[in-house]
């Protein structure tokens, strides 16, 4: 689409491609939600999504991509892949920022359907997205979260380099919770092997850039 790019947007990774999904991605991905995400008894969300039904859980899977395409602008925007590992898709990964033309910095959040955890996944799309905002956009910072009893997660923001950047209290299923706060700096990231960003170059007004730093390994 001319006046929305954003859906030619591509990041490859060694084993994944992540990309804004198209109808049938939405609707795999609502599968993914409605089968599970994580054990019953653990929350690694702020936001109890999860605890409702599997079809309420499907259908607000779906409504949120649009909620997010509908508000978008380039001082404001959540841009949520789909990630698709071995012609399946598998989970979302996100990426969202304020004002990135002046803060240059992006925060993340992600789920990965429970069947597929396990095998690295969220490593690998993580690192593609903090690939897009620091080769792709010059971000300076990523950031992220989660509930200290949430080591997979925070495993994961270790793996990749971050560092403690302090913590906060959250509610979480009506009670406080204390969440582990996470920074990266551009220039602690390492980018990886054969990681690369296609179709970037029509989109970065839509991020709030012009100026992206590089083909960043693949055709901008």
């Known amino acids: 689409m001319r006046h929305w790019p954003l859906f030619a947007l591509r990041l490859t990774t060694p084993r994944l491609e992540l990309r804004l999904p198209g109808l049938d991605d939405l609707d795999a991905l609502a599968d993914r939600a409605a089968e599970g995400v994580h054990d019953p008894g653990e929350m690694p969300f702020g936001e109890p999504w999860t605890d409702a039904e599997p079809h309420e859980r499907a259908r607000s899977t779906v409504q949120i991509h649009f909620r997010q395409w509908g508000t978008w602008s380039p001082g404001n925007w959540a841009c949520s892949f789909v990630t698709v590992w071995e012609d399946q898709v598998v989970g979302v990964q996100e990426m969202r920022a304020v004002d990135f ?26 690192a593609a997205v903090l690939h897009l905002a620091f080769t792709g956009l010059g971000a300076r910072y990523a950031t992220s979260s989660a509930f200290l009893d949430n080591p997979r997660s925070l495993a ?22 204390l969440q582990q706060r996470l920074r990266l700096s551009r220039d602690e990231w390492a980018a990886p092997d054969g990681f690369k960003i296609h179709g970037l170059e029509p989109c970065l007004p839509l991020f709030g850039t012009s100026d992206g730093i590089t083909d960043a390994g693949g055709a901008p």
């Open 101 to 126: 033309a002046v803060t240059r910095e992006v925060a993340t959040g992600s789920w990965l359907g429970q069947r597929f955890q396990g095998r690295g996944i969220g490593t690998e799309m993580r």
């Open 156 to 177: 994961i923001s270790r793996r990749l380099g971050y560092r403690d950047d302090g913590l906060a209290v959250e509610k979480r299923r009506g009670e406080a919770a």
